[in-house]
Structures are given as structure tokens and as C-alpha cells.
């Protein structure tokens, strides 16, 4: 069975501090890791990873793959109070069928 | 482009009942899937439907089942409904290609009493 695990759990910050957020994952036949943030409200795209090593990045946010190790990290620089929200890692696996395996997500308080 | 839509937002029903929930697509996109959102198990996947067809299912009971119209539009339906269904349900639409990104809608609040 697909597995996807992220830590923390959750997280409370200041305000310009820096997070790391990770997931890792065991799933037979990977495609793609994605990354959503998600507020009170439906969970938003931030970033597809499909190759290893290869930075994505928009704005203070950065993430990056590694297939060796079956791992993602998510990094945050500089936060804001507009950074809380719950981030949500999913891994894509098979084949042209589209099914998601969710980890429970790391809840991100930033205060001021 | 107009985002993924579903109706109603929130819902109340009691144990027993059936529920319908609606999902608008994309435009042009043509594969649909669900998921469950609850505190404790977080977001699960409960099946995908490209061009009127369930393509992938995840693992719940046979009271949830869903369509896919010619539209693209999808419908999810669950059935005697139990306490444990109150949950997001969150549709999710997508091109249905190899290597492309799921977008998702706003999500039904469905609350079992």
C-alpha cells in the first residue's frame, strides 16, 4: 500500500523565521510529488516534482526531490502570518490513471 | 477560466439517508477524482473518472459510487449514510495526462447526524 509521511505534524513560528517542512513516501511506480497548501478552504497547488535534485521555487517558497532517498523538503523563507495554513505533500504513482496519496499534512502557525 | 465547482457547499443529512454531490470541472478537463477529508485520517482518495469511465478507486465501501457525465461533470453518491461519512469532500479535476497537476474545487461540508 501507498505511503506518504510528513514531519512535523505541526509547527508554530515568528514571523521571518525559516521552516523546512518534509515528506517522505513508499509507493510502487512514482510519477510525481506535489505540494498543496491548504487554509480553510480547498487545498491550492504549489509545486509538481518529477526529477530528482532539481529545485523548484516561486517567491519564498522552494522544494526539492530526492528519489534516492524517496524524500521531499518544502522550505519557507522568511514567514508571514499569510504562510499559516496546513501544507499537504501527495505522491502520484501507476500508471495514466490518476490516484493521490495524501500525507496528513504539517499544520504551519506563523505568529507575528 | 472559471475554477472547479461543486454544489451544495454544506449539507446536513441524518444516518440512513443517501447524498448527491456535484463537481464542475475545469474547462477542458477531463478527468474528475474524489476525496475524503476528515481530521483523523486526512485526505483519502475514493475514485477518479476519465471520459464517463471510474479509471481508479480507492479502498471504501460499495455505498460511495460516482458518474461521470459526457460533460465532465461527475456526481458522487453514498448511501445509508453512517456517522463516520461526515467529512470534505473534495473533488479534484485535472487534463487526465501522464504529467499534469490536480486542481481542486472548494469541497462539500457533509455533517451525519
Known amino acids: 500500500e501507498d505511503k506518504v509521511v510528513q514531519s512535523p505534524l505541526s509547527l508554530v513560528v515568528h514571523e521571518g523565521d525559516t521552516v523546512t517542512l518534509n515528506c517522505s513516501y513508499e509507493?510502487?511506480?512514482?510519477?510525481?510529488l506535489l505540494w498543496y497548501k491548504q487554509e480553510k478552504k480547498a487545498p491550492t497547488f504549489l509545486f509538481m516534482l518529477?526529477?530528482?535534485?532539481i529545485e523548484k521555487k516561486s517567491g519564498r517558497l522552494s522544494s526539492i526531490l530526492d528519489k534516492k532517498e524517496l524524500s521531499s523538503i518544502l522550505n519557507i523563507t522568511a514567514t508571514q502570518t499569510g504562510d499559516s495554513a496546513i501544507y499537504l505533500c501527495?505522491?502520484?504513482?501507476?500508471?495514466?490513471?490518476?490516484?493521490?496519496?495524501f500525507g496528513k499534512g504539517t499544520l504551519l502557525t506563523v505568529n507575528p | 477560466k472559471a475554477g472547479v465547482t461543486q454544489t451544495p457547499r454544506y449539507l446536513i443529512k441524518t444516518r440512513g439517508q443517501q447524498v448527491t454531490l456535484s463537481c464542475s470541472p475545469i474547462?477542458?478537463?477531463?478527468?474528475v477524482s474524489w476525496y475524503q477529508q476528515t481530521p483523523g485520517q486526512g485526505l483519502q482518495f475514493l475514485f477518479e473518472?476519465?471520459?464517463?469511465?471510474?479509471?481508479n478507486k480507492g479502498n471504501f465501501p460499495g455505498r460511495f459510487s460516482g458518474r461521470q457525465f459526457s460533460n465532465s461533470r461527475s456526481e458522487m453518491n453514498v448511501s445509508t449514510l453512517e456517522l463516520g461519512d461526515s467529512a470534505l469532500y473534495l473533488c479534484?479535476?485535472?487534463?487526465?495526462?501522464?504529467?499534469?497537476?490536480?486542481?481542486f474545487g472548494p469541497g462539500t461540508r457533509l455533517t451525519v447526524l
Open positions: 479534484a479535476s485535472s487534463l487526465g495526462q501522464e504529467a499534469d497537476t490536480q486542481y
Open positions: 509507493v510502487t511506480n512514482f510519477r510525481s
Open positions: 518529477t526529477s530528482s535534485g
Open positions: 501527495a505522491v502520484r504513482s501507476g500508471g495514466s490513471n490518476y490516484k493521490l496519496t
Open positions: 474547462s477542458g478537463h477531463r478527468s
Open positions: 473518472y476519465f471520459s464517463e469511465t471510474q479509471r
